[in-house]
Nanobody
């Protein structure tokens, strides 16, 4: 059974940092691209960052220079380091397999990130 479990969310003030983790099990992690997606209240899900099997990365313009996606294949875990957080980053953050939206075989349950001004 495939599982993706996010952790590391919470509440932080603007300018603060959080590090999200996505621990996986039941899949051959190293052959999957991994993606972080977020959904703010009343908005559609949007891709935040993606990392390929070779380590190539892609970021939404809104988080470039502030967020860093990474992976540890030995631990079967993906990470999202979020710095200089803004209130508009408030959302539920999900990890998923795949490089882009719409091509995600597996999803985690999400973790809430709340940034106060």
């Amino acid at each position: 059974q495939v599982q993706l479990v996010e952790s590391g969310g919470g509440s932080v003030q603007a300018g603060g940092s959080l590090r999200l983790s996505c621990a996986t099990s039941g899949l051959f992690f190293s052959v999957y691209s991994m993606t972080w997606v977020r959904q703010a209240p009343g908005k559609q899900r949007e891709l935040v960052a993606a990392i390929g099997t070779s380590g190539v990365t892609n970021y939404a313009d809104s988080v470039k220079g502030r967020f860093t996606i990474s992976r540890d294949n030995a631990k079967k875990t993906a990470f999202l380091q979020m710095n200089s957080l803004k209130p508009e980053d408030t959302a539920v953050y999900y990890c998923a397999t795949g490089w882009s939206m719409g091509k995600n075989d597996y999803w985690g349950q999400g973790t809430q990130v709340t940034v106060s001004s």
